[in-house]
């Protein structure tokens, strides 16, 4: 016997519902309000928002991308990634972290470290299964759980000890549904670093309240931008921890190379490359080989280490510029980060100097579920004085509320960070400015 069909009512929905669960990195849409204001005011907006090295990619690495075009390295290749680059990764991986000899077979190559990220919930997480993550912290980590069904636990990263991660704060979070653990050091929004003792204790902790099917994700792309003569530590390297871990990194940050999109993974074992090796044929068929083919080089060239030195050693000079000026704003306070690029002060004085909190009650109910004190004045910034920053909600939106921070990169010239601080500092104290900003009917949501 036939079913007959009924038509699908004409409001039924195109998409289906776990489209509406994803989330998104809020510094990315950000991009079209600079450019809103730009042509409204005519004048260049100073961009602090983006997490993009103003570095260009290193001579040696770009003659290398064209040397390969050029040799006719455009055609697909190993989705798991080249052998040639996938044991360069390995070697380096190793020794730079200090294990023992890593199969190139437990690698696995990607567009840029993202995909890797979005793939772990997919490829471990049942529905129901916890994962933990940091917050602030990178937004993909909290913006794939729910469209895996998975159920996010946050650790909430703390200001009074430099935005790193101990025990005490991790342990109560650990259940019998954990099954993944994000780590992100030096971090992404905070530039928080964990010691190597933190990453033992961590690791102590882990291997005696999780069974061995769970896993660590240590994203780890700005393992090269340390400060204060800082080493760059992996859980990974504490032993026990290498068979739990899934050591993810990038050319993005090291190489000053965001738009090469070459990302990679180690993973514990060869049987769980191999089913993101199918997860990247299914996705994307295979990374382009003339960027795989400069990574190697990038990778393995001796004139990498100075370039990456003076890069490093230009964003600790502007650390050091920006972290002065915003502490002598009234009503700011910022910690000084040991990595990354990037300053997170707390503006939770100039929220109650500009009463950034009464106008923000006074929104309406779904706007206030969009935004937050910090975003009001992340807008502010951006509209009257022309200052692009990020705020607090876009690094981790679960219970973020009263939590008043910006996130500015430092990877902008000297002259524009110093003008920077310099109109934050003006916009700090300007109540009345700020409250007819409120009444211009500017979108106030990100």
């Known amino acids: 016997m036939n079913t007959v069909r009924m038509p699908a009512p004409a409001d039924a929905p195109i998409f289906a519902n776990r489209v509406q669960l994803m989330g998104t990195e809020a510094a990315f849409g950000f991009g079209s309000r600079i450019l809103e204001v730009e042509q409204a005011a005519q004048e260049r907006v100073i961009r602090c928002n983006l997490g993009q090295p103003d570095f260009p990619l290193p001579n040696h690495i ?22 040639e680059l996938r044991a360069a990764l390995a070697g380096k991986m190793a020794a730079d972290r200090g294990l023992p000899e890593i199969d190139p077979e437990r690698v696995v190559v990607f567009p840029g470290a993202r995909p890797s990220i979005g793939f772990a919930q997919q490829s471990y997480c049942e529905q129901g299964d916890e994962v933990i993550y940091p917050t602030p912290g990178y937004p993909l980590y909290e913006s794939y759980i729910p469209y895996v069904g998975a159920k996010p636990i946050p650790i909430h990263l703390q200001e009074d000890h430099g935005f790193s991660l101990t025990t005490e704060e991790l342990e109560p979070l650990i259940s019998d549904h954990t099954k993944l653990i994000y780590l992100n050091f030096p971090s992404n929004p905070t530039g928080g670093v964990a010691s190597k003792a933190q990453l033992e204790a961590l690791a102590e902790l882990i291997l005696e309240k999780t069974p061995p099917n769970v896993r660590v994700y240590s994203d780890e792309a700005y393992e090269a931008i340390v400060f204060d003569s800082e080493d ?92 002065s000026g915003l502490n002598r704003i009234d009503g700011i306070q910022c910690q000084k980060p040991k990595g990354a690029f990037y300053a997170f002060p707390n503006i939770a004085g100039v929220v109650d100097r500009l009463e950034i909190q009464r106008a923000f009650d006074a929104l309406p109910g779904e706007t206030r579920r969009n935004s937050s004190p910090a975003t009001l004045f992340q807008l502010f910034l951006l509209y009257r004085y022309h200052v692009a920053t990020m705020d607090r909600r876009s690094f981790g939106a679960l219970d973020s509320e009263g939590q008043h921070f910006l996130r500015l990169s430092v990877a902008t010239g000297a002259s524009d960070l110093e003008e920077a601080v310099r109109r934050i ?9 700020f409250h007819t900003f409120m009444r211009s009917g500017v979108r106030m949501v990100l």
């Not at 290398?64 to 055609?75: E, M, N, P, S, Y």
């Not at 993005?252 to 769980?272: C, D, M, N």
């Not at 382009?288 to 990574?295: G, K």
């Not at 500092?425 to 400015?433: I, K, R, S, T």
């Open 62 to 83: 770009a003659e290398a991308v064209i040397d390969a075009v050029r040799a006719g390295h455009t055609t697909y290749c190993d989705p798991q990634g080249m052998p």
């Open 425 to 433: 500092a003006a916009a700090a104290g300007d109540a009345e400015g």
């Open 232 to 323: 760059h530590f992996s859980i990974a390297s504490v032993p026990g921890m290498e068979q739990r871990t899934i050591i993810a990194s990038a050319v993005s940050k090291t190489y000053s190379w965001t738009g090469g999109r070459v990302g990679w993974a180690v993973y514990p074992t060869v049987e769980e490359a191999k089913v993101h090796r199918n997860l990247n044929i299914n996705y994307f068929a295979s990374i382009p080989p003339y960027n795989q083919i400069a990574t190697r080089v990038a990778l393995e060239s001796p004139e990498s280490g100075p370039a990456i030195q003076q890069m490093t050693a230009a964003f600790q000079r502007r650390r050091d510029q920006v972290i």
